[in-house]
């Protein structure tokens, strides 16, 4: 588990590609303090498991499967990635739960100045849109934000200079993609108003918050 806190840029250093999946290197610094072979290192939101190491280097397996959820596979030597070890229970949890499994990918349409902050706006698919929502999660290339506008199309996030300076978004340049993860917990209220659904239990119905209150979600 992840919170979407990057704590450093790293460095694509090496890419072995396979038939259908690849091994990729990342230099770093922070991130291998205490780490160990076989622990979880989020890359671009993407849970992966390290293999190897060196003093400043780690090595990881990246399965078909991811290649094809994620922008994983886009990454060249000398790429930067946003980098984040596995939640620590005694630390603080500043951003939101997520998990590294990517549901799917975003292309970047624009990114507007307004004052201090910069409006990112993510065209992505119907099937990631319906578990948005304002003001609710999302983690854009593992960085956990907050949703402030939504449509049947896109979604903007505002990103504050701190965010800005820790990540890499804000060197994406239109046309380009992200990995997106959405906050998990709506679907499994999705996963679960199915089950009920099929056995009877309820009546499909809109969602709305009296429904979720009468089936026990709030």
Known sequence: MFTGIIEEIGIIQKIIKGEKSSVISIKASKILEETILGDS?????????????????????????TLRKSNIGKLSIGSKVNLERALKLEGRF????????????????????EDNAIWVTVKTSKDILKYIVMKGSIAIDGISLTVAYIDNEVFKVSIIPHTGGETTLLHKKNGETVNLECDVIGKYIEKFMRLK????????????ETFLRENGFI
């Not at 739960?97 to 990114?111: F, M, R, Y």
């Not at 659904?197 to 709305?208: A, M």
């Open 41 to 65: 290192i989020c890359v671009n939101g993407v849970c992966l498991t390290v293999t190897k190491m060196t003093k400043d280097t780690f090595e990881a397996d990246v399965m078909a499967e």
């Open 94 to 113: 500043g951003g939101h739960i997520v998990s590294g499994h990517i549901d799917g990918v975003g292309e970047i349409i624009s990114l507007i100045k």
């Open 197 to 208: 659904e099929e056995s009877g239990q309820i009546k499909k119905q809109l969602l709305d």
